[in-house]
């Protein structure tokens, strides 16, 4: 007879000793259920890309196993890779301008129908050519990474007509292809009515139905569609029009919603399907009802709230008693939250909106990743997730929150492999 022996587990990396937040449910921990999964003087292993293994170093010793690499990690901490899940950080020029104007008193729809906002950036952007417009966008984007951003959301809007709306969404990929980071790029063309429509905003909406969408899809430009309902944009009708052709296209949809005024978008998100509604301040109860029904992720974006100096907050004890998944990002654009930190969104969501250190943490982590449609696939330390990965010299991940401007991560890993310094 065979004599058995015991499996010998072959990884690629392993770190010994280390602190983990894995966002995972097995590993929750006081904070329950918005914990960070706090695992100490634990062990992760990965190989092919993924996490492999995680558990406790007493777990390990009853294991056969061998590594490629094994790091002593002596106490760092390791989270998810962050993912920043609403940006709109491809553009061309700047609109300081209106910041002075808002200074002074201008509202942001005095602004827009002035001619100015998402217009103004409007002009710039297709001005730009395409090695400019990514000269001028990639710095923005290294600035997440070298913070710990694994995982970039990119909208386009900016060109809104079809030239430059895939213009944007071909630099949002260069930009993955340069940096390493997972992109994942949105069409927004239902951002604003540009000029040659003035007054024609129905031949608009068919024209991104009939025309843009389904050039954008056949190009493989664009992993979702997203829109601003609201009234200095676009109708729940004119909204539902272009998302219904969006999914007919095999592509899933979010939603700009209830930011200035009630739209009932948190309700229209959940009608369609949406993965997040974001913004809310002016979200109705129906509205957030029918958000947790259906799943949708409320993305907070602190960013704009601080920049428009608004007084109406999101309903965060209401989105709690919900249950529905909190999503931070920064909203990175060039009017009204020109911010490329996450560690400072993190900190505005806790300072302004009142979240806890574990719920902004998660808010870049494992509800960012449902708000993108990755949650099967990042957003955890739990075997089978790729592995992004940030690894930061703590006292714990609190600090992320609480310090800013101090922390950058020691190392960080994409799918794997450590990233480019």
Known sequence: MKAVTAKTHAWDRVWLGANLATGAPAYNDRHAPAGLGELRDAVLAIKDGRVAWVGSRQQLDSMQWAATNVTLAEGLWITPGL??????????GDRSNEFAARLRGATYEEISRAGGGIV??????????????????????????????????????????????MKMLRVAQRIGELTGLTVIKTFLGAHALP?????????????????????????KLADAVDAFCERIAFTQEQTRRIFDRARELGLPVRLHADQLSDGSGGELAADCGALSADHLEHASERSLQRMAERGVVAGLLPGAFYYLRETQLPPIARLRELNIPLAVSTDCNPGTSPIASLLTAMNMACVMFRLTAAESLRGVT??????????????????????????????????????????RPVEIVLAGKRARS
């Open 195 to 219: 000029p040659e429509f003035a007054g024609r905003q129905e031949d608009y909406v068919r024209h991104v139905c009939n025309d843009m969408l389904p050039a954008v899809a056949a190009a």
């Open 83 to 92: 993912i920043e899940c609403h940006t709109h950080l491809v553009y061309g």
């Open 120 to 165: 103004a950036t409007m002009r710039a952007t297709r001005a730009a050519s395409e090695d400019r417009l990514l000269d001028q966008s990639l710095p923005r984007a290294m600035a997440l990474a070298a913070e710990g951003v694994t995982t970039l959301e990119i909208k386009s809007g900016y060109g809104l007509d079809l030239d430059n709306e």
């Open 366 to 407: 494992v509800n960012a990743a449902r708000a993108l449609g990755l949650a099967k696939d990042r957003g955890t330390l739990e075997v089978g997730a790729r592995a992004d990965l940030a690894i930061w010299r703590l006292r714990h991940p609190e600090q992320l929150c609480a310090e800013v401007g101090v922390h």
